[in-house]
């Protein structure tokens, strides 16, 4: 091998080790612990971030539970990752790659953190994104019978909050939601209006199939699927409700 062979492999190594790896947030990681309400199973935040912020949501979780994330965004480069207790930087789940929705059995005990970030370009570029964060912590996995515990006080198998809207169109508000589940998708909903009164939907088989029209304002019904969110109408009013809602624990 001649010198100047040598010289150029030298070179060409160094370039290799001195590559930058991938770019750091140039701000602190900020944390937020996510309380949930009294007898609620989930939380929703809605916020905002620009550039390298990022945020990470934390929840306290035990093993065998079931987790339900999902991320409305007005940018399309903006992700969440989750990472499991004791992580700090591997996640156990990838927004980038899998989406902006998760759902799954909890694997261990502990804190989880849900961290909401802009790919690296748009950080740089500065942008901004606004968005909903919906989390959804339940007593198990998967289908679960009629046998499930219920929300200490109440006769439901679950509460939270789910978009609505009284006035048509595109939900932009929250409902707050009770769940009553007799197995296998089927069930009863049963979602507080803003202004105090009750919509109770029936499910079957994870469909939503009809409402109890003995209740206030009755008005024509349908509903639709899109992937795992049923869009249910009662005249002008819109309720969007995961499938989590009716199958969770």
Same mark, same amino acid.
């Given at each position: 091998?001649?010198?100047?062979? +040598?010289?150029?492999?030298?070179?060409?190594?160094?370039?290799?080790?001195?590559?930058? #790896?991938?770019?750091?947030?140039?701000? $602190?990681?900020? +944390?937020?612990?996510?309380?949930?309400? %009294?007898?609620?199973?989930?939380a929703v935040v809605e916020a905002s971030i620009?550039?390298? $912020?990022?945020?990470?949501?934390?929840?306290?979780? +035990?093993?065998?539970?079931?987790?339900?994330?999902?991320?409305?965004?007005?940018n399309t480069v903006n992700y969440f990752n989750i990472l499991a207790p004791g992580e700090t930087e591997v996640a156990m789940y990838i927004g980038s790659v899998n989406g902006n929705q998760y759902e799954g059995t909890l694997p261990a005990d502990g804190d989880y953190r849900v961290r909401v970030y802009l790919m690296r370009a748009a950080a740089r570029r500065n942008e901004i994104a606004k968005y909903r964060l $919906?989390?959804?912590?339940?007593? +198990?996995?998967?289908s679960q019978a009629a046998g499930d515990a219920k929300v200490a006080g109440t006769d439901y198998h679950a509460t939270g909050m789910v978009p609505?809207?009284? &006035?048509? #169109?595109?939900?932009?508000?929250?409902?707050a939601f009770g769940v009553q589940r007799e197995g296998n998708g089927?069930?009863?909903?049963?979602?507080?209006?803003?202004?105090? %009164?009750? %919509?109770?939907?029936?499910? &079957?088989?994870?469909q939503a199939t009809g409402y109890d029209e003995s209740q206030a304002d009755p008005g024509e019904f349908s509903a639709s699927k899109e992937s795992d969110l049923s869009i249910v109408r009662i005249? %002008?009013?819109?309720? &969007?409700?995961?499938?989590?809602?009716i199958y969770g624990g």
């Open positions: 091998m001649n010198k100047w062979h +040598s010289q150029f492999i030298a070179s060409a190594v160094a370039l290799v080790l001195f590559v930058p #790896g991938p770019a750091q947030a140039q701000e $602190e990681i900020r +944390s937020e612990r996510v309380q949930f309400a %009294r007898g609620a199973s989930s620009q550039g390298y $912020e990022i945020v990470d949501y934390v929840l306290g979780a +035990s093993a065998g539970q079931y987790m339900n994330v999902s991320m409305a965004t007005d $919906e989390m959804i912590i339940s007593g +198990s996995s998967g609505c809207s009284m &006035e048509g #169109g595109n939900p932009k508000g929250s409902c089927s069930g009863m909903v049963t979602v507080t209006k803003p202004d105090g %009164r009750t %919509r109770t939907i029936f499910f &079957e088989n994870g005249g %002008r009013e819109v309720y &969007e409700i995961p499938d989590a809602v």
